[in-house]
């Protein structure tokens, strides 16, 4: 019996030491970062990278730790239900006193596990909170973000060196933090989704302290008061009726005229001598006519057709592709009322483009604030008016004009069957 404890006591030595010497070997030294204007703009291309205004809007985030500890936040209320085991608990995070739980040690418990358990969803996001200190350090000579959290949070002092690709995405960071005796203690940022919201988040992290692995469990992110923001706005167009409308005409400026066959999806599109019957699922199809006569295919006709159609069609039915995908919703106050902004992650002509659509008191859109990447226009002002109800059913717009007073005039616009 005592040579077995002896030999236990043995392994429980060896483990002890081959776990101290393994500290000591992958141990790192904080590094020294450089703050001011450079490490500033590097957060502020981090926090565009990560679309950081759609996370400011997102309402509702969804995950869970480690199948442990599970959340549903509802972060336009301040307000996060946290369940573990049996237990469930009410955070309020603007006002800790007014949470809802059974114990004040179990809502203590709750915020514990949040404080720790979001950071590793939305870590990202965080690096212009209050109390943060921003610096630049080169890793392999590239430039990394070196962040420390001077206070808030669970364990203020912690510091962690955001790694980022090309396109100042993070895919990784390293850790000195209280609960990690080890620094410099790398975690993966990379299994992303994208969420309803419009955000990515993260769905597992890879740490290299003996490869432990983080799940998140199943990560959502979603605005479900911006899509009934968004459906209010279809029943104010007559939404239904565009969905059922076979035909549409109109022209754009009096420069370029357009017969739409929904149904079939093909576009005749004139403009000056040229006419092209536009296949856009299949340009192959599309058929070239100059002065009215049938001429070989032109590829260079057919693309300038299609990108004149999605321009111009944008114009005429943007309000009734709200729910299009690739197409993400969540609200912002203009002038002290509800406005819908909308970003199209792909599709069209211009994918990344978003436009804020500014709504009277029946939900109809009146303006919209358009932040166009191609045209440089960041939240420029055009109107939504002469809407007419065609003999379809649905409505669309005969006019816009910007502020300073230049018109885009659509035609005759017609819908029909």
Sequence with gaps: M?????????LITVTILATVLYCFAKNESLPSGTPGKEAEEL??????AINKRAFDS????????RGKHHYVWKKQQGLVDVSWDSISVTVNLNDYSKSIGTSSELIETAINFFNNDSFWLIAPYKVFDDGVERSIVKVNNKDALLIKYTSGGTTPGDSYLWILDENYVPVSFKMWTQIIPIGGVSATWNDFITSGSGIKLPTSHTLSLFGIKIDMG?????NPNADKLAHNM??????????????????????????????????EVKWNDAKVLLHPNDLTKSTVYLNDKEVSYNDNLVKRALRFFNNDSFWLVAPHKLFEPGIYRSIRIVDGKEALHVKYSKGGTTPGDSYTWLLDKNYMPTHYQMYVQAMKKKGTTVTWENWIQTTSGTLLPKNHRYLSGKEINMGLVK???
């Design 218 to 222: 199943e990560v959502k992110a979603y």
């Design 58 to 65: 997102t309402e509702i985030l969804e995950w869970s730790f």
């Design 2 to 10: 005592k040579k077995i404890l002896k030999i236990i006591g043995l």
């Design 43 to 48: 957060a502020e291309k981090m926090m565009s």
């Design 415 to 417: 819908g029909y069957n």
């Design 234 to 267: 279809l029943k104010a167009i007559k939404h239904e009726a565009y969905k059922n409308t076979g035909y549409i005409d109109w022209s754009f400026k009096g420069k370029r005229f357009y017969k739409w066959d929904k149904i079939q999806h093909i576009v």
